[in-house]
């Protein structure tokens, strides 16, 4: 079986002959194309296909945005960068909103400096800007992914994120969120309300898109969202596209690569295909040995091996260890992909990609 043959054989249920490993380079490839390491526009090239083939990993997914958000004439989105500081300021009849993100070159990565809602009175023109849009499908980069990947891998998309975890990963942040929840919960709501309206005409547009698997990518940890947020403004949402997206014949995804413990067993009750990007110890909280009692038995788990892993801060005995504790799990129970959880850092080592795979294939599935 190649790559993609392992994959599709794990969504559909089956059983492959060995247990897939793939790994994302996204976080690590974009930090080579800033260190000059890699031509611009690498990630979005045939020759990144090709880095997968020479490390011997399937690729992984790496899923985009299939649609562009068109604000009506009585709202004027404004970007920019200012130094370290990417800026956009929505400004709508009823108010301007801005959000900036500054860039961290030690990290390659960037931070929130200013969410749009920090008070009650942002609400108001994060609600118009999102009850005066309409959605267009965007799919070329679906369509070259499907037409250039292969055996490498399958075609995922992202659908936008439920209305509370969009505020939570970009708009607010989860100590804003907490405030406006207790101080203007009528008004919490409402934003919530306009928010999802928005949200299930772009969610309808990635269902329909060229991909072969939809990903809700939530960015779901235990401690900050919890049970109680789970259950009053995620689980409704993300039970209706787990149907929408199995009625359309493809494979619904959740991105969940926080802490596990006490909201896995929930977030997999609404259906998802595949719960991915599992973090276990020693960086997440949760065992090798118990992730998959945690989880429905037709539950697909996709993870395992943490991303700091890669990098030199741990030795190679230690990696090779967690390496084959992780296998013991995955060729002895279905319905696992063995997969860096979530990316392969920027001071990865390309050596332990490759030692993932020598291990993955020297190991025979005993079901």
Known sequence: MNYRDRILTVLQGGIPDRIPWVADFDYWAWSLERRNLRPPGFRQSREYLDWHRELNTGFYLQGYWPFRMIPDSSVTVEEGQDGDFRYRRVHTPVGTIEEKWQYLWTSFSEAPYKHFVESVEDLKPLRYWHEHVHYVPDYERAEWVKANVGDLGVTLVYAPRSPFMQLVAEYAGIANIVNLWLEAPDEFNDTLDAIRHAHDQAAAISVASPAECIMIPENLSAEMVGRRFFEDYLREYETVWNARIKAAG??????????LRGLIGPVASTGFTVIESFTPQPVGNVGIEEIRSMVPPDTILWGGMPGALFSPVY??????????????????CPHFVLACADQVPPDGLAQRVKRVAEIAESREIRM
């Open 250 to 259: 493809k494979f619904s995804f959740v991105h969940m690569d926080g802490t």
């Open 315 to 332: 030795s190679d005995e230690f990696f090779d260890a967690h390496a084959h504790a992780m296998l013991d799990v995955m060729t002895t």
